[in-house]
């Protein structure tokens, strides 16, 4: 069917069920400083629940109590009247659809003591039409329907007393369906944007957390794009399709990525990324992301974009203890 303009507002929720999930992500990033943030957005439609916040950080804090700005997880009661890309919530932050899959607005005051003097004024604009991937083996808790959409983020971020301008190529998702989180395995989101190619990817990982050794690996990948010559070429699991972490740091985190994959217009795409600053986000319960800013090298060209790697915390702890006792 492919993607639509209707798929920028609700879809309509099976009665009753609790845990219908309508979410986006926007990335937005000032490279000369090693600057990363997003604005995250999820609503449960069901029972009256949106969850709406801004992040940012560099290399000042890498957690969310010593970062350079986070309002993001507290939950309020969905405004009346509210669409998918047209609210405001209580924290500050309105969100306002322009254009259908194309223009997205998002402000943002501070409306605590901590975060008083807070501005975020921020436009996404699409480069390109959203690719649509849908959420295949490995990740049908998240939901059933999925796009993923190159752009770039433009405005303003005020903060500690100093305005800086964000103009700065952009990532965003857009993801519909039941979210009901049990088996979350391990693996990685990465995505870049360059003058003459991108892609986005995720990848995870099939192997039992006693039976993963994490170091040495290479994820499988199942869904992204590679996008080359205005063309979009489907990223799915297949021979050879992966994400590697190919150095971590003393504490576990990520270093070097690697990306290897051919798509399906027979194209291969052969990627290495290096971290530029880092984030341990734990915005979920249940899952922990180690998020950065990754400088890339692929088809000829450096391009900016991001690392996620993200745990489950059963999984995470087993990891990261061991490694600090030298037994990884």
């Known amino acids: 069917m492919g993607i639509t303009a ?19 992500w926007f990335s937005f990033m000032v490279p000369e ?8 957005l ?3 439609p069901n029972i009256g629940y949106t969850v709406g916040g801004v992040a940012a950080w560099d290399g000042s804090g890498s957690e969310t109590y010593d970062c350079l700005l986070y309002d993001w997880g507290e939950g309020f009661q969905t405004p009346s009247g509210a669409q998918m890309f047209d609210f405001e919530l209580a924290n500050g932050l309105r969100v306002e659809l322009l254009e259908p899959l194309r223009h997205y607005r998002f402000t943002y005051r501070g ?12 436009d996404f604009v699409a480069d390109c039409p959203p690719h649509d991937t849908g959420f295949p083996s490995g990740l049908q808790e998240w939901g059933k329907g999925h796009y993923d959409q190159p752009g770039r983020m433009t405005g303003t971020l005020c903060v500690d007393g100093e305005v800086i301008a964000v103009n700065c190529v952009a990532q965003r998702d857009r993801s519909w369906g039941i979210r009901d989180i049990v088996n979350n395995p391990r693996g990685q989101m990465v995505w870049a944007v360059g003058e003459r190619s991108s892609f986005h990817a995720l ?6 957390p006693e039976d993963d050794p994490v170091i040495g690996t290479a994820e499988d990948m199942i869904l992204g794009y590679y996008l080359r010559d205005g063309r979009y070429g489907d990223l799915t699991l297949g021979e050879g399709n992966t994400i590697a972490v190919t150095q971590r740091d003393e504490s576990g985190r990520p270093a070097t990525y690697r990306v290897e994959a051919t798509d399906s217009l027979g194209r291969r795409l052969a990627a290495t990324g290096r971290v530029r600053n880092m984030f341990n986000w734990q915005g979920y319960a249940w899952l922990t992301t180690f998020w950065s800013l990754v400088e890339w090298d692929f088809d000829g060209q450096t391009a900016l974009g991001e690392g996620q790697d993200y745990w489950p915390l059963h999984h995470s702890r087993t990891f990261l203890r061991r490694r600090r ?3 990884s």
Request: hydrophobic share 35%; no cysteine; aromatic share 16%.
């Open 203 to 208: 990848a995870v990982s099939f192997r039992k």
């Open 42 to 44: 999820y609503h449960r």
């Open 111 to 122: 409306q605590t003591a901590f975060n008083a003097g807070v501005a975020v004024d921020l």
């Open 33 to 40: 400083r090693d600057l990363s943030g997003f604005v995250y």
């Open 325 to 327: 006792t030298g037994q």
């Open 6 to 24: 209707e798929d920028d507002l609700f879809h309509p929720a099976p009665h009753g069920e609790p845990f219908w999930n309508e979410a986006s």
